[in-house]
Each structure stands twice: as structure tokens, then as C-alpha cells.
């Protein structure tokens, strides 16, 4: 069956440093989502990408995040100058084209990301 | 802004028992989508059961059904006849009628399963 994977499993970084974090979506799907939850919370929306743009971005998406989908398969979260508070759990999501009437999105098993 | 609500931040039940975990929303629109997730140790997302708004009967997959009550604007969770797998973190989640729009998680229950 189809996955979401997402690379590292584990990244540990030194504060102000510039991460990158990784997503293969299914491979027929259109529309990708970045989420984070920092430890013992809930799950926040970053932001939401289709057609090589940002289709909605959170308050948490500021400058210092950025979105790229490189190539046919790989679509990345750029962290400019990581923040204490950075530290979470990243969680890549895609969508089909299919109109489903529920549209579900498929989590990767995320990236925890240690800012040190 | 619509938000989801789980005012359980823990819940407890005996293998092979009944459990309901509860959520609640808030939300203007008339089109729309509930779910619930599954979070175990490994904290991966995995979807557990939907529903859509416009449904009025409500969803069920095997042990897991819901209780939606779309003007209360309560979706709750029972899993029936409870395994020592169920355990894991629940969050109950909305979606806009638009099409791919974003996912708005409650805060999330921690379920225990008891032997």
C-alpha cells in the first residue's frame, strides 16, 4: 500500500542552524501539508501546498519557514534559523485529485526535530 | 476559526470493555468533516474513522463508531470491546467542505487500556 515517508526519523540541530526536512508523498497525489506537534500537544497546521504554491499557511509559518517541492517526488520544510522552539515533531501529509467526499489525508511517520 | 475541542485529557478502560472518548466543535459552516486519529507510542497518525456533516447516520469501522450530533456539535469516539492495541493518543480532527483544506486537531485524549 501507497505510504508517506519522511526523512530523518531524528534531527538534531544547533540553534540558528538551517534544517530541512523531507517528504515523499504519494506518488498520485496533489496537495501536501506540512504539521508539527510539540511535545504532549496537539497536532498544528503549518501550511498546505498544490501546484508549486502555498494554497494556506498558519501564523506559525513565518519567514523562517519555506516550502519547495524540487522534483516530481521530493517535497521538502525549510527552517532558516532554528529556534529553541522549534523543537517538535514534523508530520508531512499528502491528498489525492480524486473529489472524495472526505479528501483524507495520509500522514508520514514525521521527523522529530531537537533544537539544541 | 473553527475549533475542536477534547475535553478528556486522559480516559482508562478494561480490555475487552466499552470506551467513549468525546469531542466537541465550533464552527459556522454548514459543510464539513470529522475524524478521528490514532497516535500510538510510535506517534505516527493513523485515521481511525470519518464522517461527513451532511451524513446523518452515524460512521462505524468494526469496534470504532461515532456519535455525531451535528447540532450539539458533538463527535465522539466508542470503541467497542477494547484491545490492549487501542492504546495510543486520540485526536479528533476537522476539515472545512473545502476541498483540501487543512485538518484542526483537538488537544487530544490519552487512552490506557488496562489487562
Known amino acids: 500500500e501507497p505510504e508517506v515517508t519522511q526523512t530523518p526519523s531524528h534531527q538534531v540541530t544547533q540553534m540558528g542552524q538551517e534544517v530541512i526536512l523531507r517528504c515523499v508523498p504519494i506518488?498520485?497525489?496533489?496537495?501536501f501539508y506540512w504539521y508539527r506537534q510539540i511535545l504532549g500537544q496537539k497536532v498544528e497546521f503549518l501550511v498546505s501546498?498544490?501546484?508549486?504554491?502555498?494554497?494556506?499557511k498558519s501564523e506559525i509559518f513565518d519567514d523562517q519557514f519555506s516550502v519547495e517541492r524540487p522534483d516530481g517526488s521530493n517535497f521538502t520544510l525549510k527552517i532558516r534559523s532554528t529556534k529553541l522552539e522549534d523543537s517538535a515533531m514534523y508530520f508531512c501529509?499528502?491528498?489525492?485529485?480524486?473529489?472524495?467526499?472526505?479528501?483524507?489525508?495520509?500522514f508520514g511517520p514525521g521527523t522529530r526535530l531537537t533544537v539544541l | 476559526a473553527q475549533t475542536v475541542t477534547q475535553s478528556q485529557p486522559e480516559m482508562s478502560v478494561q480490555e475487552a470493555e466499552t470506551v467513549t472518548l468525546s469531542c466537541t466543535y465550533d464552527t459556522s459552516e454548514s459543510d464539513y468533516y470529522l475524524f478521528w486519529y490514532k497516535q500510538p507510542p510510535s506517534r505516527q497518525m493513523i485515521l481511525v474513522i470519518r464522517?461527513?456533516?451532511?451524513?446523518?447516520q452515524n460512521a462505524t469501522e468494526n469496534r470504532f463508531s461515532v456519535n455525531f450530533q451535528k447540532a450539539a456539535k458533538s463527535f465522539s469516539l466508542k470503541i467497542s470491546d477494547s484491545q490492549l492495541g487501542d492504546a495510543a493518543m486520540y485526536f479528533c480532527?476537522?476539515?472545512?467542505?473545502?476541498?483540501?483544506?487543512?485538518?484542526?486537531f483537538g488537544q487530544g485524549t490519552i487512552l490506557t487500556v488496562h489487562p
Open positions: 464522517q461527513e456533516a451532511y451524513k446523518q
Open positions: 501546498f498544490y501546484n508549486n504554491e502555498i494554497s494556506e
Open positions: 480532527a476537522y476539515k472545512g467542505g473545502t476541498s483540501y483544506g487543512k485538518l484542526t
Open positions: 501529509a499528502s491528498t489525492g485529485m480524486r473529489l472524495s467526499s472526505y479528501n483524507e489525508q495520509f
Open positions: 506518488s498520485n497525489h496533489l496537495y
